[in-house]
């Protein structure tokens, strides 16, 4: 089982960057693949980037390709999300979860974090 917390949310003017980590217990996170997600209010949770277990393959949604990174330290157990360019719409709860398998599907993601809220002012 992994236990995953997330940190670095908080509140930043439009244009502006802020650094998400997700920091797993255990010793097997270079065992799962990563995933970043994201929920809105009144909105559904989807799906922002993932990382392979290696972290030599990244995928992201187009809603945030260009301006957002995902990392991982795997000597670190800790997960990254880079997000530079921020906008208005990126506001919202965000979730790191581990995965077996990977991808962009949320259903494929066994272990979430708790969340931390991102909010971007216009």
């Known amino acids: 089982q992994v236990q995953l917390v997330e940190s670095g949310g908080g509140l930043v003017q439009a244009g502006g960057s802020l650094r998400l980590s997700c920091a797993a217990s255990?010793?097997?996170?270079?065992?799962?693949?990563m995933g970043w997600f994201r929920q809105a209010p009144g909105k559904e949770r989807v799906f922002v980037a993932t990382?392979?277990?290696?972290?030599?393959?990244?995928y992201y949604a187009d809603s945030v390709k260009g301006r957002f990174a995902i990392s991982r330290d795997n000597a670190k157990n800790t997960l990254y999300l880079q997000m530079n360019s921020l906008k208005p719409e990126d506001t919202a709860v965000y979730y790191c979860a581990a995965s077996r398998v990977g991808g962009n599907y949320l259903k494929a993601y066994d272990y979430w974090g708790q969340g931390t809220q991102v909010t971007v002012s216009s």
């Open positions: 990382i392979i277990k290696s972290g030599d393959s990244t």
């Open positions: 255990g010793r097997t996170f270079s065992t799962y693949a």
